[in-house]
């Protein structure tokens, strides 16, 4: 039978066809999904983040390893609202108006997923009202903007303003992306900065914790 240790193992190591596997028999066996989620796949993704900050695995690993993890996330969902198991915080995340690029932003949901956050994935190019009906719509703790150019830092800073002057002053905002640095997100009123999926778990309970 498949333990626990398995699960995280699979994950870390971005087996997803093996994941695939052992979840439906962890679940079948009588694992409760809280603790699939706290005991394997929170501490698979935390695994996967501290490796990448020390440069021991690189982007693609993590793309593999996330792949794996919302695999398991798809079979653990259902059951997880059938017990009535809410997360802590939701956070709503999206890529601003005019850019396209995704891998960053996916990777940041996928370990805000993995370590217990419900997150509302908006997508790429979303403009600051879209933002806004999102925030009116899920009350979320936390909103992740990304930008991965230049030209569209402009349209982070718009947001940024956007959701403030809508009077979510308490919302706890956090940005990110290749342009995107500590001291510019100070500059636009942003609670914090990520420079990279890895760090953005941290950012963030950081951020709430405030």
Do not use: C
Request: aromatic share 4%; proline share 4%.
């Amino acid at each position: 039978m498949n333990t626990l240790e398995d699960l995280k193992t699979a994950v870390i190591n971005g087996k997803r066809k093996e994941v695939k596997a052992i979840m439906p028999d962890l679940l079948d066996s009588g694992f409760e999904p809280s603790a699939v989620l706290e005991q394997a796949l929170i501490p698979a993704m935390s695994v996967v983040g501290e490796r990448f900050k020390r440069n021991e695995i690189f982007v693609p690993e993590m793309l593999v390893a996330a792949r794996a993890m919302k695999e398991a996330m798809a079979q653990l969902e259902p059951r997880l609202v059938a017990a009535g198991i809410k997360p802590q915080y939701t956070a709503v995340i999206g890529t601003v108006e005019g850019d396209l690029h995704d891998i960053g932003k996916n990777l940041v949901a996928t370990m805000w997923k993995g370590t217990g956050f419900e997150v509302i994935d908006l997508g790429v190019n979303v403009s600051a009202d879209a933002f806004l009906a999102a925030i009116d719509q899920h009350k979320p703790h936390l909103v992740g903007l990304s930008a991965l150019l230049t030209t569209t830092m402009p349209a982070m800073k718009d947001t940024v303003a956007a959701i403030r002057n809508a009077g979510h002053t308490d919302l706890k905002i956090l940005v990110g992306g290749a342009p995107i640095t500590d001291s510019y997100a100070a500059e636009i009123g942003a609670d914090g900065y990520s420079r990279d999926a890895a760090s953005a778990v941290d950012a963030a309970r950081k951020a709430l914790a405030a």
